[in-house]
């Protein structure tokens, strides 16, 4: 089973983030108390109590402290059982990890680190309203190699606006040379109810070009895969199989249990979703109630959940087990549109499984949608 920790604390907004978090840290003790205290009144919502992987995410989850670490790793450890060879993953920006966090972590068997670089040109870390600097970028890589945390992906952000490619060739030149053997790459979006979609509607900002968003995506599969990475999900790329096994179990439809304002618990029947609100999130729990929602997934639902999350992986979509799980609907219902994906190039099916083209991947959202029942 699957731990998901959502630490909501930024020391400052990037312009594109749309996730939940504060820039302010007076609550970081109360919240941490909080996340003890719903792990607490959630630990029969996992019925096998082994825990595979653990995941901090955010937020930064690297601005957390030792008393932290000790209050929160005690608490899973008297309601779970954290396997020996746990896959246990937190997110981390480059101007935190100094020889001293390292340490930290390395000292509550934190063993994979998700460090969010996102660009090694200063104009774009500026843009972006990235704290690091391009040095602080490489610099903690090598630290991290150095001081034995060797499992290490690397987030970068394409579609940048730029007058050529050449930046992001340079991004993905400089990353590939730190040679971690995880990178992933996401398309620069520009949501509503951040500052980039404030200033989208104000004028201040275009929106993000079709044409150049993929041509940085061919160059992103093109250079990985020319240097031994191997594209797992379409964002994600790994060597060796050095997969994240956590975002995996996402993809497969494994259960997970996510703790945290705003994060989401899945148990293959229904979703829980837990308020984005840290005053609200801490006043429920001081009631002892999770602060949370809950919705039962229809047959439909699962059938589109397994559609939307198996197609971005190199795992697919088993097809027997859409029909088993819709009781033959989507085979009566949803046959000619799937020649349809297929017949156009989107789709292929290899060994009973529904794969994506390279050229689905690149409509991947829209491909499954129109698979859904």
């Excluded at 100094?98 to 068997?109: D, E, M, P, R, V």
């Excluded at 979703?273 to 999130?281: E, F, G, L």
Aim: hydrophobic share 35%; aromatic share 10%.
């Amino acid at each position: 089973m699957h731990l998901y920790l959502h630490i909501p604390f930024c020391r400052q907004a990037c312009h594109y983030c749309d996730f939940h978090f504060s820039t302010s840290l007076k609550a970081k003790s109360e919240i941490v108390q909080a996340i003890c205290h719903e792990i607490f009144l959630q630990k029969d919502y996992l019925q096998d109590k082994n825990l595979e992987t653990i995941y901090f995410g955010g937020g930064t989850p690297s601005l957390l402290e030792e008393a932290d670490f000790a209050q929160i790793f005690e608490t899973i450890a008297n309601h779970f059982n954290i396997k020996p060879n746990a896959e246990i993953t937190l997110e981390a920006n480059p101007d935190d990890l100094t020889k001293q966090k390292l340490q930290l972590f390395k000292k509550y068997n934190i063993n994979r680190l998700s460090i969010g670089i996102q660009s090694f040109h200063e104009p774009h870390l500026k843009s972006l309203n990235r704290i690091h600097t391009s040095q602080e970028a490489e610099r903690c890589v090598k630290l991290s190699q150095d001081i034995g945390i060797q499992n290490l992906t690397i987030d970068l952000i394409y579609a940048i606006p730029a007058e050529n490619h050449l930046i992001f060739e340079l991004d993905l030149q400089k990353a590939i040379a730190l040679n971690t053997n995880h990178i992933s790459a996401y398309c620069l979006t520009i949501e509503p109810k951040t500052v980039f979609g404030k200033w989208l509607k104000q004028g201040k900002i275009q929106v993000i070009d079709d044409d150049f968003a993929t041509k940085q995506f061919d160059m992103l599969v093109n250079h990985l895969t020319h240097h031994g990475f191997e594209q797992y999900e379409i964002c994600s790329f790994a060597k060796n199989e050095r997969y994240s096994r956590h975002n995996k179990s996402y993809w497969q439809q494994e259960e997970y249990l996510g703790i945290g304002p705003s994060a989401h618990s899945f148990n293959l029947v229904s979703r829980q979703y837990n308020v984005p609100n840290n005053a609200k999130y801490v006043k429920e729990l001081n009631q002892n109630m999770v602060p949370s929602e809950v919705e039962i997934l229809s047959i439909e639902d699962q059938v589109n959940e397994y559609i939307l999350t198996g197609l971005r992986s190199k795992w697919g979509c088993n097809i027997h087990k859409i029909n088993a799980l819709s009781n033959q609907l989507f085979q009566q219902q949803n046959a000619s549109a799937l020649e349809k994906q297929i017949r156009e190039g989107f789709l292929m099916i290899e060994n009973d499984t529904l794969l994506l083209t390279y050229q689905g991947k690149l409509f991947a959202d829209r491909v499954a949608s129109d698979l859904f029942l």
